[in-house]
């Protein structure tokens, strides 16, 4: 089992920046793939990127490239969602999800574990 817990949600103004870690612990998750998704009211589950922990390889949804960065400390078993350039668009919960296939899947289905979720809102 992997245990996922996120923190560093909260209100924002557009314009700004946020950043939430999901810190990762149970057994071994070095080769998995780290997602991160969110889910704004009324609407799916959408991914918003994803990262490797050997290597660091990065992939991203469209509405955020740019604005959005994630990496991740080995040393800290934690990944980070830094997130610039907010706008109300952005608000959501956002979840921290591990796929232990590491198969590169931008959807729900393709991640086994996930975190709580954690709460972004997003002022005009």
């Known amino acids: 089992q992997v245990q996922l817990v996120e923190s560093g949600g909260g209100l924002m103004q557009a314009g700004g920046s946020l950043r939430l870690s999901c810190t990762v612990s149970g057994r071994a998750f070095w080769s998995y793939t780290m997602g991160w998704f969110r889910q704004a009211p009324g609407k799916e589950r959408e991914f918003v990127g994803a990262i490797t922990w050997f290597g660091g390889t990065t992939t991203y949804a469209d509405s955020v490239k740019g604005r959005f960065t994630i990496s991740g400390d080995t040393v800290k078993n934690t990944v980070y969602l830094q997130m610039n350039a907010l706008t109300s668009e952005d608000t959501a919960i956002y979840y921290c999800?591990?796929?232990?296939?590491?198969?590169?899947?931008?959807?729900?289905?393709?991640?086994?574990?996930w975190g709580q979720g954690t709460q972004v809102t997003v002022s005009s």
């Open positions: 999800a591990a796929d232990p296939r590491a198969s590169n899947r931008p959807t729900v289905s393709g991640y086994d574990y």
